[in-house]
């Protein structure tokens, strides 16, 4: 009878999440032929010498992980949008333990990166991001000016002081405590209103999690997934990582998501898994 509960929940909670068989008029809008481009940048590398924490069912018991992370520069015209700010830049250059559970480790940071393109990095006016956990808010300070754009919900954590970890609050100073822009996103949001840049509601990882769909003039139609996967195993089997806020919420968006790749016949990157970015041209080459 248990078993059966939770199965009904979890049916329940798909179908309250979104429509199971229609994209949302934010994801099904068709872009113009806007000029965008999308660059990946090095925002770390993560050691999970205990791997365990990324499959609630077992899946990586006894095994070892290299996590990288990766961030995103995006051009739209003129207007520049960072997706997601990697670790902190004062992991940089840090040593990897082969004993701690989870390491990490900075090259470069992402100022450096972005005036290596020739770039001015105050000319990054939004900074989004897919969640709060500090391997993807970690050098976003370095941009004070922008408008940081986050899941409601998760602002609402991260605006109470006491977040679930791993969080990453000196991080997200300059929009907690100096006044900065932020814009909260309930569901979607088509962030320059052309569908061609479009956040989109993955939430279960962290209550307002959130994935990117970027539509590219030439790639085509490029799926960001954020942490709504870790790995490649985590999308093919369906597990997921066992620090999620809601297992229901994670399958209900996987579900989502899912489908949208299949009807947007997009390009999927996961952004922990090396094989996935390695899809995108190297830095400092642009996907467009």
């Not at 994209?23 to 999308?38: C, I, Q």
């Not at 006894?62 to 051009?75: A, E, F, M, S, T």
């Not at 993955?202 to 209550?207: A, L």
């Not at 999308?235 to 790749?261: C, H, P, Q, W």
């Amino acid at each position: 009878m248990r078993g059966l509960c939770r199965l009904l929940a979890v049916a329940a909670s798909c179908a309250l999440f979104s429509p199971p068989l229609a994209l949302s008029p934010v994801l099904a809008k068709a872009a113009p032929a806007a000029d965008v481009t999308l660059t990946r940048l090095d925002c770390g590398l993560i050691r999970a010498n205990d791997a365990s924490s990324f499959s609630d069912t077992h899946g990586y018991d006894g095994q070892k992980l290299d996590l990288p992370v990766n961030c995103y520069l995006i051009r739209h015209g003129d207007a520049y949008l960072l997706w997601d700010a990697g670790l902190s830049a004062a992991g940089l250059g840090a040593a990897m333990s082969d004993k701690a559970p989870i390491t990490s480790t900075v090259a470069r940071t992402l100022i450096d990166q972005i005036k290596q393109l020739g770039i001015d990095p105050a000319k990054v006016t939004r900074v989004a991001v897919s969640h709060y956990h500090l391997d993807h808010v970690g050098q976003a300070n370095a941009f004070p000016n922008a408008t940081l754009i986050i899941g409601a919900a998760d602002w609402t954590l991260v605006e109470g002081g006491s977040p679930p970890p791993p969080a990453d609050l000196p991080a997200l100073a300059p929009w907690l405590k100096q006044g900065g822009k932020v814009q909260t996103v309930a569901h979607d949001l088509d962030i320059f209103g052309d569908g061609s840049v479009v956040m989109f509601d993955t939430r279960g990882h962290s209550p307002g999690h959130k994935s990117l769909l970027v539509r590219l003039p030439k790639t085509g139609p490029v799926l960001l997934t954020g942490d709504l996967f870790h790995t490649r195993r985590n999308y093919e089997t369906g597990d997921v990582a066992d620090n999620s806020a809601s297992r229901a919420d994670m399958l209900a968006s996987i579900d989502r998501f899912k489908r949208s790749a299949q009807t947007l016949k997009a390009k999927v990157i996961i952004g922990h898994e090396a094989a996935d970015i390695a899809q995108l041209p190297a830095f400092p080459k642009a996907a467009d």
